[in-house]
């Protein structure tokens, strides 16, 4: 994505700051490029697979009190608006005034601030002129942080002890030296701990990176400008999320959606908004939402505030750089002791990606309310977890896997297939790199059909993953949106749900729900994981029959279906080049 630059070229400051535009847009990029510097040291240097290949970790550089000021373009979003947060629950700990030079914070703990607990924040202060600047912080997930299954997802877990080792914070590093206590602590009761303590490293060398590159504009430029720069960066962004909340009409929107249980029960569990409009100024009250789950997919304060900026800024200026500005006109509640800001100890693993997604789609569909020409149908809505690792091989690598999904169709486009949207941004790991380091064989790998939901435009498909198990395994699946359908807009079809099916080798069948633990899973044994798709957006019966034929051709949608959803008359003909089955005109019949 293009971001827009932050001054026009002109003369003289800029309304209400002091720099002048093209010092404030050279600093601007600059400090945009110190994260896109730090980010691609960290994937160069990374030891897992996750972090090197997939790229699940993001970065940021904060000013001194902890707002964000430049972010990474391509990383994850429920990491990113999460990390002034995860801040200020590190300097509530650790008073800024206490910091010196070489001193590293790290944490991971959701209930002072971070997201949940793989998910560990690593933050370097950056001085300049004897005093408080600045920080670079990286956010990674650990692939394992204990706990009794591979991976660290424990889905039976009913408190957050069970779901592995939780850091409150702490200085990793003091005037530059490790805290060797520390990383004893973390490699002592994590699985794999050289890969762990690997990616550990990268995050110190991203923070670096990004240290030096800011010091190098304090030197070219001077300390005061930097500083200045980071405070008009913000108020420009505040300006302008101002500038588009008022662009919308003013209102009371209200929208409700659910999550598939919580791994104990199946009962629903519901996420509802109201989303007032007053002016510039938007406040978002989950009021009404479930009270905290017995189960892991209670979402931390972080995450529910982070989903909630993601959706906000993705609809009202989607086109600008992000930042703590960009939050300033808004006001989030969440009541205490619900789902969306649980009371500790409350378990939170899946909560980070499977209910803030959630979050991101009820924020979303009442936004459609507001400006529905601007909001697209519900995406996969999950990030559909597959963790596969052996029991008591401490050394092994776990393979974490993320999948791709559909995207909700909108207002004149279909939806995209087999892509992350919303609050995640992963990539996707080579098949090859998979089966080097993990006991499986990938027989299958493609973009489901008739996922999906029909409409004038059509929501995008998800992934199918076959697997075969080369050992016997702990299978661990992290999902949503199997029992409960993506929703539609404007009259277009909800899209289809989620499917997790294993074939033992005896030929037996198990159906796997959307968040489960299945250990000994035997040699031969094959899974057969289906994401699910997007709903579509307006009426199916004003698709162009040209565009059903194309996605019939593609294979992302099967005659029964184009039947049922569009009304038309498909026939076979094996004659075609493009695909054997084609939508009969009078001559065909």
Not at 345 to 374: K, Y
Request: aromatic letters at 6%; charged letters at 20%.
């Amino acid at each position: 994505m293009t971001i827009a630059p932050l001054a026009e070229i002109g003369s003289g400051p800029l309304p209400g700051t002091g720099l002048d535009p093209i010092t404030l847009s050279v600093m601007d990029s600059g400090l945009r490029t110190a994260v896109a510097e730090m980010k691609s040291v960290v994937l160069r240097t990374a030891y897992s697979n996750l972090w090197r290949e997939a790229g699940d970790l993001s970065c940021g550089l904060l000013d001194a009190h902890g707002d964000i000021v430049a972010q990474g373009v391509g990383d994850i979003p429920i990491h990113l608006a999460s990390m002034p947060t995860s801040m200020r629950g590190l300097l509530a700990r650790i008073p800024a005034e206490t910091l010196e030079p070489g001193d590293v914070l790290l944490q991971n703990d959701p209930y002072q601030g971070n997201n949940h607990m793989p998910d560990f924040i690593m933050a370097k202060p950056i001085f300049s002129e004897d005093r408080l600047i600045a920080f670079a912080a990286v956010r990674g997930h650990y692939v394992d942080i204990g706990g009794p299954t591979p991976g660290s997802y424990n889905l039976r877990a009913t408190d957050l002890y069970g779901e592995g080792l939780r850091m409150p914070p702490v200085k990793l590093y003091r005037r530059g030296e490790l805290n060797e206590e520390i990383v004893s602590i973390i490699s002592l009761n994590v699985r794999n701990s050289a890969e762990r303590l690997g990616d550990m490293r990268s995050q110190y060398a991203g923070c670096l990176a990004a240290e030096r590159r800011l010091l190098d504009y304090c030197e070219r430029y001077g300390t005061e400008v930097v500083e200045q720069a980071m405070r008009e960066v913000l108020d420009v962004s505040e300006r302008r999320a101002r500038t588009a909340f008022r662009e919308m009409p003013d209102g009371r929107y209200e929208f409700a959606d659910t999550v598939d249980g919580d791994g104990f029960s199946d009962e629903p569990v519901e996420i509802r908004v109201a989303l007032t409009i007053d002016g510039d100024e938007v406040e978002v009250d989950f009021t009404g939402t479930s009270p905290q789950a017995r189960g892991g997919i209670n979402s931390p304060l972080a995450v529910t505030l982070s989903a909630t900026y993601f959706a906000l800024k993705a609809v009202a200026e989607p086109h600008t750089s992000s930042n703590s500005g960009s939050y300033r006109p808004v006001t989030i509640v969440t009541p205490e002791g619900t789902v969306i800001n649980p009371h500790a100890p409350a378990p939170v693993v899946a909560g980070n990606h499977e209910t803030s997604a959630r979050i991101a789609d009820v924020v979303l569909g009442a936004l459609s309310q507001a400006v529905p020409g601007r909001v697209c149908a519900a995406g996969t809505g999950s990030s559909t977890v597959l963790i596969i690792g052996r029991d008591g091989v401490v050394d092994d690598s776990i393979m974490y896997e993320v999948h791709g999904a559909g995207q909700g169709a909108n207002i004149g486009v279909d939806g995209s297939h087999a892509r992350r949207t919303s609050i995640g941004n992963t990539g996707n790991t080579p098949v090859e790199v998979l089966e080097g380091n993990h006991p499986i064989r990938v027989i299958g790998y493609e973009i489901r059909q008739d996922g999906g939901g029909a409409g004038r435009y059509r929501g995008g498909n998800g992934i199918t993953r076959i697997v075969e198990f080369t050992e016997e395994s702990t299978v661990t699946i992290v999902a949503d949106r199997d029992r409960s359908h993506p929703y539609g807009l404007a009259g277009g079809h909800q899209g289809e749900t989620a499917s997790f099916v294993l074939t033992l080798p005896d030929g037996t069948e198990e159906r796997l729900g959307g968040k489960t633990v299945r250990s000994g899973v035997p040699a031969g044994a094959v899974l057969r994981l289906t994401c699910a798709g997007a709903g579509g957006y307006g009426d199916p019966s004003l698709r162009p029959p040209a565009e059903v034929q194309a996605d019939l051709d593609d294979g992302y949608l099967s005659p029964e279906r184009a039947r049922a959803s569009y009304g038309v008359d498909v026939v076979e003909d094996e004659s075609r080049v493009e695909g054997r089955y084609l939508i009969a005109t009078g001559a065909e019949r």
